[in-house]
């Protein structure tokens, strides 16, 4: 290990010398402030013995002024110092080092001293392996997800979409396409965990129902081919709760499979719901194709001018007493709101304010599709 030691003293400095190279250590030595900067920028030590009471150093914290020069690195520092009373002891704890060695120097205790920060190091070069490898999926799997959601400008009037990740993204997948008679097909899917798990999983569904949309397969076709699917892909205990939608506006209906999410809501002009479609489904991927139920519901959309779809993150989500939005929340929002109000931008202040700046538990999608601009 490489060891910086920072002491005015050319005797203390000899005497810790001796004992870290006859351990192995490679050892660097500074008598001023001034000199232990340039050697720890210079020689970027592994671990410090600083004496706090420099001549040069006045009253910063020393510690942590080193520290910050090595932020992205984890550099433990040892006081040399006697702790004989509290007001030293306060200063050690305020100037952000790891640990104390008082004089006269016991070679057996700065030897455990250092090998407890060797184990140390080693476990914070595999975390830092473990983060660096987690970032690298969590990338890869957000240029996945993006490349699936890419949203068409032709269906934004009709779509607003609002989501809010639990983690680094959102692994909610919302998808939708036209078929060849023009009924827009939507899917939002909610995958078992996040980041790569979700993104491999959303890849065979995106293009499952891309395809099968173009060729024209109804909702109930396309919720078991990707059911069969992900049932035979995904490992046991990561499955999608999903919601199908098919919008006909020529005929002013909408067909349903809703497999695991909350209520669709079908509302009026008033913000009222005309029709609230519940999960009587399992999640895709739980069920084989023997057991697998693609029957769907058709309602018809006259009097309704908005349909509403949301992952259970939103009606789960928590505040600081532990209450849940929930649905009531959701309807109760929509009965008291104000009308000229864009809906989607309601919900989601809605939603903001009831967490009070909390991170929400689940990643929460909403989607808000205008009936009256389809038909």
């Known amino acids: 290990m490489k060891i910086l030691i920072a002491e005015h003293s050319p005797t ?74 509290h007001i030293t002891l306060a200063h050690f704890l305020e100037s952000g080092a790891d640990d104390f060695i008082d004089p006269p120097y016991d070679h057996l205790v700065l030897k455990a001293k250092i090998a407890g920060f060797e184990r140390v190091d080693e476990l914070y070069r595999s975390l830092e392996k473990f983060r660096t490898s987690t970032e690298r999926e969590i990338t890869l799997a957000k240029h996945m997800f993006d490349a699936i959601i890419d949203r068409k400008s032709d269906e934004a009037r009709h779509l607003q979409h609002w989501s809010l990740a639990a983690g680094h993204f959102s692994g909610d997948l919302l998808i939708f396409e036209r078929t060849p008679d023009n009924t827009l097909h939507i899917m939002l899917g909610d995958f078992t965990g996040h980041g790569l798990v979700a993104a491999v999983g959303a890849l ?124 009531n929340g959701l309807v109760d929002m929509l009965g008291t709101a104000c009308k000229s109000c864009s809906l989607i931008q309601l919900i989601k202040e809605g939603v903001i304010d009831f967490l009070g700046g909390l991170e929400p538990h689940d990643d929460i999608s909403l989607l808000a599709i205008n009936l009256e601009t389809l038909s």
């Open 12 to 85: 203390g400095r000899n005497q810790l010398t001796q004992m870290l190279e006859l351990d192995g250590h490679q050892v660097l030595q500074a008598g001023t402030w001034r000199e232990t900067l340039a050697q720890f920028i210079e020689h970027r030590p592994e671990l410090v013995l600083l004496e706090p009471s420099m001549p040069d150093l006045g009253s910063r914290c020393s510690a942590h002024e080193l520290k910050r020069l090595r932020s992205n690195y984890f550099v433990p520092v040892i006081l040399v110092t006697s702790i004989s009373d």
């Open 204 to 327: 065979p569904t995106s293009d499952i129902f891309y395809a099968m949309t173009k060729k024209g397969c109804g909702i109930g076709e396309i919720a078991a081919e990707i059911n069969r699917k992900l049932r035979r892909l995904m490992p046991i205990g990561q499955f999608c709760s999903a919601s199908l939608l098919g919008i006909s506006p020529r005929i002013n209906r909408v067909e349903v499979w809703n497999g695991g999410l909350p209520p669709i809501l079908l509302i009026d002009e008033q913000r009222r719901i005309v029709h609230r479609l519940n999960s009587d489904k399992l999640p895709l991927g739980i069920v084989d194709a023997e057991n697998f139920d693609a029957s769907t519901v058709t309602v018809a959309t006259h009097g309704a001018c908005h349909a509403i779809l949301y992952s259970d993150g939103l009606v789960e989500a928590q505040n600081a007493e532990g209450c849940e939005f929930g649905v």
